[in-house]
């Protein structure tokens, strides 16, 4: 059953790991541990230089796989622990949440939905697993999407604005009848200036009942 959809948005924009998968950083805080490093040394290899560095030159195809384990060994290695960069790309897949994925299909049914995913040329699909059976599951929420937007291909990343201003004149929609989610704040700040309305996922439960809010809809899932 659903309420009277928002006649003011005409498209829900997504980010797809953290938000329909469960968040890759819980896997780098296995990794990390692995190897003694702290909590989040990951994410924090990753803030410095954002623009720059190994994770967003191969998140825009500007380097190889071979060339971003590397990079990314030699950037970690800098900071106490050297972590090559393929093993942080062999935990980046995370697990479906098949809720979001109904709320995404009763979306579909009122406003136009694309996905925007900063990811790299490797693994199996835009999810980049190394399962493919994941792959395959991926694959099919993917094309429940009118449109996807992928950085490695794009050859520009999220929190660059001009990948929210490209996905919005693919679609043929203002910004401003835009809602975007992603888990990361980085990544939501540009949409918001664009104006977009802007959702954080923390959490399943959290982003259903606000994206509820924002889009009038109601989600029996």
């Known amino acids: 059953m659903t309420q009277s959809a928002n006649p003011k948005i005409e498209a829900i924009i997504w980010d797809f790991g953290g938000v329909f998968t469960s968040s890759p950083f819980e896997a780098f805080n296995v990794l990390e541990a692995e190897v003694g ?10 803030a410095v230089n954002p623009e720059t560095n190994a994770w ?16 990314f060994a030699a950037e970690s290695e800098a900071k106490g622990h050297r972590i090559p960069g393929k093993a942080v790309i062999a935990r980046l897949s995370g697990t479906l949440r098949p809720r979001m994925v109904e709320v995404l299909k009763i979306c579909k049914q009122h406003f136009m939905v694309a996905c925007i995913t900063n990811n790299v040329k490797a693994g199996h699909g835009p999810g980049m697993d190394t399962d493919q059976a994941k792959a395959n599951s991926v694959a099919s929420v993917m094309e429940i999407f009118s449109l996807v937007v ?3 291909k794009e050859g520009i990343r999220k929190p660059n604005p001009e990948i929210y201003t490209r996905t919005c004149e693919k679609l043929g929609v203002s910004p401003t009848k835009a809602v975007f989610l992603d888990d990361l704040g980085i990544n939501l700040k540009p949409a918001k200036n664009l104006g977009m309305q802007t959702i954080k996922v923390l959490g399943e439960d959290q982003a259903i009942a606000d994206l509820a809010k924002v889009t009038g809809l109601t989600f029996d899932v």
């Open 56 to 71: 967003a030159q191969f998140e825009s195809n500007s380097v190889s796989m071979d060339d971003f384990d590397e990079l």
């Open 37 to 46: 490093a702290p909590k989040d040394f990951i994410r924090g290899i990753n």
């Open 150 to 152: 992928e950085s490695s």
